[in-house]
């Protein structure tokens, strides 16, 4: 696999280039990775209820939202792991930084967290899982994912009406088309449980209760290989909770941040001490062992 090109670098949610490094202390910046089809946009609640208290930049991945793809960028999780350390590397300079992936996104998330070393401070994975290979059920997946990117009305997107919507209708064809063939091969499946079995961070899992795309059990799965980690299920949550109940989703992260010592009691703002509601966690010491 190629190094890769030379990094355009997206703005939060936009495709203006910028290599910005804000002197924010120790305090992390969240680097929030959005999952296949989609965009940055899809963070917006989030970061609109973290602000005052921590920095989310979301970027839109290459050949998504407003990213072009660079030449020679291949459409890998690999490759994209490796853009991604670099992109984080050039906007967060040597501050601090936390890898918040989704579903397909924590998969990015998770090959790009041994490329930053120390600079990584923790990982959180919001529906994001498997880590078990199921040839009939990702044979269908591609299939569907496939016949959506052929029927899609591409020409929708740009739409003013549909502009806040429209990732999925403009995500580049081979982009897409390639990270859903290699995130369900055999290899890449495999490689899930290894690289979170060398997480060295606290790493925080969310499924959500409702979530028919990844099911909580297959969170809580790869969970499993990390040697220390905390999983907290969302009651009522589906697959989107950083849309459908943002206020929730940023109140579990900050209960955890302030517990990992990411951040202090206070910073930035004034951080709710009453205790998490309409959530089910649990702690774990022991990694389930690799096969």
Known sequence: MPEGPE????ASGSGVATAVAPA????????AVHGWLLSGRLWEPLEQELQGRLELWRPDLPGFGAAQRPRGLQPSLVSYGRWLAEAVRRRAGTRPVVLVGHSLGGSVALHAAPLLAKQLRGVVL??????VYQP???ARVRQGGAAFLALRPAWMASLPALVPWSAPLGAEDRAARGLLACSTNRGAVASLPRLVARLAVPSLWIAGSRDTVMAPRYVRHLAGYCPSHRFSLLEGAGHLPMRSMPHRLAALIEDWAL???LMAPGSGGQVSPQPLQGVQTELQSEARPLS
């Open 259 to 261: 517990e990992e010592g």
């Open 7 to 10: 990094v355009n670098l997206p």
């Open 126 to 131: 919001v529906a994001a899982g498997g880590g």
């Open 24 to 31: 924010h202390g120790s305090t992390p910046l969240l680097v």
């Open 136 to 138: 009939r059920a990702f």
